[in-house]
């Protein structure tokens, strides 16, 4: 079965160090990946999809197909990083898409 | 502004009553979501439609119902059989349902006494 599985639930970094959030997913065929983030009071936000290979906000992710990872990484972390981070997998299901989502992590950024 | 309005942020419900949140949006998007998102639970999808007069079940529909009569909105009513209502409401659009790039209201908390 398709599965997004983020192993961390808190992450505590100090400003200025990188950082990683891991994603990986469960799906044989063809995926698309992303990340969505919710800063605190905000509303949940697209942050980068793999098919833009985009740099957002410093972050960026890239597709391992070989690991099934979609990491989300950033070399220096600032303090307005801190949110909760979703990685969400959409795949074929039978004549639509679906998207299905991992449990998120909590980024927190230490001055 | 363009984007997607929940009413109301906080809603406070007696148990045995229905309860009704509302989602609006004014992107021109076909499809729109409902989900629940609990601590620790990430995001459930509640129900989706991906036109107008038409809707699925997501993965939790029971105690939930939805209409779309409107492209521009689609409401969630909470009913007395919900088991566990209480709980934090996103609702969700996209331009089409074959995209993952949803654009999100800024959620309705629901509390149950």
């Known amino acids: 079965a398709q599965r997004v599985t983020q192993p961390e639930k808190l992450l505590s970094v100090f400003k200025g160090a990188p950082v990683e959030l891991k994603c990986n997913y469960s799906y044989s065929g063809s995926p698309e990946l992303f990340w969505y983030v919710q800063y605190s009071r905000q509303r949940l936000q697209l942050l980068l999809r793999h098919i833009s290979r985009e740099s957002i906000k410093g972050f960026t992710a890239d597709l391992n197909k070989g690991e099934t990872s979609f990491h989300l990484k950033k070399p220096f972390a600032q303090e307005e990083d801190s949110a909760m981070y979703y990685c969400a997998l959409e795949f074929n299901a039978g004549n639509n898409r679906k998207l299905i989502w991992g449990l998120g992590t909590s980024l927190a950024v230490n001055p | 502004d363009g984007g997607i309005t929940q009413s109301p942020k906080y809603l406070f419900r007696k148990e045995g009553q229905n309860v009704t949140l509302s989602c609006e949006q004014n992107l021109n998007h076909d499809a729109m979501y409902w989900y629940r998102q609990d601590p620790g639970q990430g995001l459930r999808l509640i129900y989706y439609?991906?036109?107008?007069?038409?809707?699925q079940k997501g993965d939790i529909a029971e105690g939930y119902s939805v209409s779309r009569e409107k492209k521009e909105s689609f409401p969630l009513t909470v009913t007395s059989a919900q088991k566990n209502p209480t709980a934090f409401y996103l609702c969700a659009s996209s331009r089409d349902s074959r995209t993952g790039e949803l654009f999100f209201g800024e959620g309705s908390r629901l509390t149950v006494l």
């Open positions: 439609s991906q036109i107008v007069n038409d809707f």
